[in-house]
Every structure is written in C-alpha cells, then in structure tokens.
C-alpha cells in the first residue's frame, strides 16, 4: 500500500503543469541568418567589417536603417527586424569590430572607435545618412553616432542603451536569461570568428570598456539633435529603469518606451511588438 501511495504521488506530480517561465524569462534561439546577395567583408578603419544588405531604399527617398547587435552577440540577431523592415527599407547588418564575423585590431574597444566604424561602413557603401537601430552596446553606439557625427544620422532607436556605467545593474551576468545569453554568444563566437578560441580575451576585453564607458555628461545628451527614441523592457537585467527614464528626460525631445513582458532581449521575446514600435518610430505609423 505505501508503494502504491508512493507512485500515486509521484504519477499526481507528474501530471501538474510545471511553474510557468515568464515571457521575460525567455531566451529564445538566435534567428538564423536573412539570405542575401549582397554581403562581403569591407576592409574600413583598420579591420575587416562584415555586414549584410537587404531591400532598396524607396523610390519616393526613404532613408537606409543600419541595426547594431548588442555586445557579444552578432549581426544575425536581427533576424526578425529584417524582415519587417526590408520590404520597405534598404536595411543593413554588421558585426562590430571583434564580434562575429568582422576582425579586429589592436586598439582597446570604445564606442567613439566602434562609431566610427559605422561611419567608415557607410562610406565603403556610399550611404550618406541613415537611421540607426541599436540594441544595448548598439543603442549606445547610435547615441555616439548623434553625438558626434550628427550630419550621417537620422533618426535613433536605442533600445537597452545607457549613457554612464552607473546606469547598469551590479550582477547582471548572474542573472539566468543573461548568464545563458552569454554561453550561447561564446558558441557563436567559436563558430564565425577568425580567433575561435580566443572569447575569454574578448569577454575580457568588452567587460573592461564596459566598466569605463560610457561616461557621457548632461551637457552632451542636450547636444542631440536627432529624432531618438529610448525603448526598454519593463524587465530588462540589465539597464536600471531609472537611468533609462534618465535618458528620455535629458535627450532633447527624446521618446520613452517601455515594452511590456520582455527583457534585454524583447527583439527576440516580443519581435512583434517590438518591430511594431520601431516601425512606427522610423516611419511614422
């Protein structure tokens, strides 16, 4: 009789549903790569830059969309915001210096360096001036762009950006979603770039600019004069809330949006709702 009580507890448990993950909580796969004919490595500012083209800018003028990937990570993680943006936009994908596919060299890692390998891009491309989606690193990337080659950006839509160290929560790297984030970037790492074994150098190497930059002063956020929106999930591990309202509150005439139910990585946990906000920043509906 206790045997048979035994497997009718074990059997009931079975049949429980198991404790719900949050739509937050989620990592959900990197999207595979969007095929293209018109890709290659552009030899710019001392290192060779991936990138990847798609769509054509509209007859009636649009404007191109370059998108930045977050640290660590690589231009196929937006996947999905390439294809809603391609059949209207000439968009394009790159891997910054020393992530995925594209080289570095021996200079430290900077946002003012990494910014001006966009810039560097957008003239190998002959691409006067674009809009610039950015997702943390690349969020931050963007700022950089407005704040120092104002002339080459339109709009920016910087998603889980931050403007000083202090606006990044301690211990981030332990949380779940971010810890698994960072073991998949390492085996991405391994398979696209040239120096497979060397992710602990570069892990090393991001952190160190992470603990030092960006470190920009109120007066420079008021210089902006770009069209920005600031957007961030309402649970992001990462950017603290009140840094991300910080931001909103100091770039001139800059939106705020908070996405509901996502994280650092609402692109790949809501890409609907996210594309939905980007779309309706970039054209206006």
Do not use: C
Not at 224 to 250: F, N
Request: proline share 6%; glycine share 8%.
């Amino acid at each position: 009789m206790r045997h048979l009580l035994v497997l009718l507890v074990f059997g009931l448990a079975a049949l429980q549903p198991a404790a719900a993950v949050e739509p937050w909580e989620m990592l959900p796969p990197t999207p595979h790569p969007v095929a293209t004919q018109r890709a290659g490595q552009a030899a710019v500012n001392g290192i060779k830059i991936y990138y990847r083209v798609y769509g054509q800018v509209p007859q009636q003028g649009g404007t191109p969309v370059i998108l930045l990937h977050g640290g660590l990570a690589n231009a196929d993680y937006w996947g999905h915001q390439v294809e809603a943006l391609a059949p209207h936009h000439m968009v394009v994908v790159m891997d910054s210096r020393g992530h995925g596919r594209s080289t570095r060299d021996a200079r430290a890692y900077g946002y003012d360096l990494m910014a001006d390998d966009v810039v560097a891009l957008m003239d190998e491309l002959n691409i006067a001036k674009a809009d610039i989606v950015g997702w943390s690193d690349g969020g931050i990337i963007g700022l950089d762009l407005a704040l120092r080659h104002k002339d080459r950006v339109g709009k920016v839509f910087a998603f889980a950006a931050n403007s000083v160290t202090s606006g990044v929560k301690d211990g981030v790297e332990k949380n779940p979603t971010f810890a698994a984030f960072i073991e998949r970037a390492g085996h991405e790492y391994r398979s696209n770039s040239a120096t497979p074994n060397a992710y602990e150098d570069f892990v090393a190497q991001i952190s160190k600019m992470w603990a030092e930059q960006p470190n920009w002063s109120d007066a420079q956020l008021q210089s902006i004069t770009s069209p920005v929106w600031i957007v961030d999930g309402d649970h992001d591990e990462a950017i603290k809330r009140e840094h991300t309202e910080y931001l909103a509150a100091t770039i001139p005439h800059a939106g705020l949006l908070i996405l509901p139910n996502t994280s650092h990585f609402a692109f790949l946990q809501d890409p609907e709702l996210f594309n939905a906000a980007m779309l309706r920043f970039l054209d206006g509906k």
